[in-house]
Structures are given as C-alpha cells and as structure tokens.
C-alpha cells in the first residue's frame, strides 16, 4: 500500500475542493481509494465534491457509509441533516440535526464556519419543535376543558417537554441525592396547610422585619461568601457583594438567638411550624434580601430530603423566581413551597430592595423513620470525612 502517494492524492483532492473544482477532486479521490483503499476522509471530501455538484442524493449515500464507519462523528453527522434539509425540507433534518448538536464539540473548539452550521442547526431544531408544539397544542384543544388547573400545566409543560421546546426538570442535589422523590418544582399547597397560618402572619412578620432593617440592615451579611482563590463560577457578580444579603434566624439546625430575641414573634411562628430538624444540618430560617434589578443566577441546593419555603415580605414591584420550566411571580400574602434541588433562579426588577422569608421543611414524602434514618446518615458522612 502506497500510502505516501495516497496522502498526496487525498491532500490535492482537497485543494481541488477549496479552489472550487469537484470534478477534479473526484478523480483524485478515485486514484487515491485504487492506490489504498477507501479512507474516512476520502469518504468525506468525496461526499462534500458531490454536494458542491448539486448530487445531493449521491453525498447524502457516501455520508451514510462515512458513518457506518465512524458513527459519531459530528461533521459527518451535521452534514447528513445539510443534505436531508436540501433534500427533503427541515422537518426531514430536523431529528439528524438534533442529534448531531447532541454531540457537538464545545463551540470556543470550532471555526466560525463550523459554529455558523450550529447556529443554524439550532435555529431549525427550535422551529421544528416550536411547530410541533402548536400542532400538537391544537389537537388537543378541544379537551383542555375537562382538566382542573394544575393538572392543565403540568400537561402544558410535558407536552412541550415531548415536543423538545422544554428539557425535563431534574433534581441536582448538591450534598444528599435520595431515591425515588419525586422531582416537583412547585409543590402543591394541600400537602402543606399551615401554610395560611403563615401567611396570614405576614403583617407581624413585616413589623419585626422593619424593625431590623431600620436598626441593623449592617448585620445582614452577602449570602455569597467564597473563599479567595476559590472558583466562584456563576456566583462572580455576587461574592461577597451586598447586592444579595441575608440575616440568618436558623442556620444549620441552630438558633440566632442575637437575632431571633429581636423578632419574637416570628421565631415563635417558625417553631410552632414543621420545619426540617436535624442536628446540625437543619433547619434554616433566613431573611433573604434582593436589591434592585438584581438577578440570581441559575442554582441548585444541598438535599432532596428537604424543600424550601418562601414568604414574601417587602414587594415593591416586579419580581420573579424560576424552579425548572416553571416560573412565578411573588405576590404578597402568598407563599409557596418548591425542590431547590431543581435548577432556579430569581429576580428583583422592581426599584427598591425585596426581602423575602426563607426556610426549609421535610420532603413531605418521607417517612417518619427515614427522617431519622437520613439525618444519622448525614452525621456519620460528616464525622468520617472530618476524620481524615
């Protein structure tokens, strides 16, 4: 095998192609698989000399036998989906286009052509699910009124979870990832009904909240407090910034009490509530401040064993929170209870700073003696890694 001609074959076939001439590259292509035999990369340059012939048919066959020799590669897959859209429109591309974004090297990797073919990619496999989306929505119009509200959105997201507008939400525990909870953004209030004795305390909670804004606003810390050196990652803008604050009533399964013996009465409510026990873990009770036009960013918390509570409290306009697909808007007077161990994120677009009440309770699917079971589990992981 004579494979230093070949190289010279195959490296002409490919100059031929750049300058524009595929009949030329052909007949390269042809010496060069006579002298040693078909390569991937005579397979590919032959496939790209039949497309710039206009023969899509034809590159669209020696694509497929690039891939029956390398299943996963990107380019070859990527222009697959280029022949199918010349061939047969974007619906037909559409499936081979999102498989091949699925294993896309990392764009900062690719020449601008390359990432301008991506970008194109995802601008038709976003089409293609937008449209299903609409055509699948209108076929099942005329039955939308026969579902109560929440089961209509959880519906409304899983069928654009089908159609692919939408990815799954899924739990991303940080610290404890237990089996077999359900992953709920936003959880249904009839699981919680202290939940009206919270709220309808908001005005006491918002007289003691003032109080301490008014006399010790210094003492809420930035709740993002990385180390120097350490990788902050999206938590830049944040770190020890003052745009994102806190006052902690509970933290880590122990009581502020420099804090809680200055709003009495909250703390007396948050006891009277089921809120996650366990011995130096939990609970964690904490007035969350957000100043103006202030975002943060995607996140997920520490177990799934436990969700979060919020209690709005200083609202003074617009502002947002996202748990997966869902997102809400806070309105005051109303809490809810969601899994942090989702992907969220919140924003303050209003003027002046919000502040909410935050705090954690247990996973309502739980039993009794797994709450247990799970905080002695947590102790001992603690206790080993500390003796190491």
Known sequence: MNTGGQDELLRRAAEAIARRDPAGALHLLDQADALGGRSHNSILNRA????????????????????????????????????????????????????????????????????????????????????????????????????????????????????????????????????????????????????????????VIQQELTALLEASFDDFAPYIAYPKGAPVNQWGELNHSRKWTSLWLWKDGVKQTSVTDRCPQTAALLESLPMAHQDGFAPTAVFSALQPHTHIPAHTGSANTRLLCHLPLILPGPARFRVGNTTRDWEMGQAWVFDDTIEHEAWNDADQMRVILIFDVWNPWLSDGEKALITTMMKAQREFMAGR
């Open 48 to 203: 790209l000399a039949l497309r710039l012939l206009g023969d899509f048919h034809g590159s669209l066959a020696v694509l497929d036998d690039a891939l029956s020799m390398q299943p996963y590669d990107f380019v070859a897959l990527l222009a697959k989906a280029a022949m199918l859209e010349k061939l047969a429109g974007e619906r037909a591309a559409a499936e081979t286009y999102r498989n091949a974004l699925k294993i896309a090297p990392p764009r900062a990797q690719c020449p601008p052509a390359l990432a301008a073919q991506m970008d194109h990619a995802d601008g038709l496999v976003r089409r293609q699910a937008e449209a299903l989306r609409d055509h699948m929505r209108a076929a099942v119009s005329s039955l939308r009124g026969d579902l109560d509200a929440a089961s209509l959105d959880r519906f409304d997201e899983g069928l654009e979870i089908y159609a692919g507008v939408k990815t799954p939400p899924k739990q991303e525990p940080i610290l404890l990832n237990y089996p077999r909870l359900p992953a709920i953004p936003f959880y249904d209030r009839a699981l919680f009904p202290w939940l009206e004795t919270l709220e309808a305390a908001t005005p």
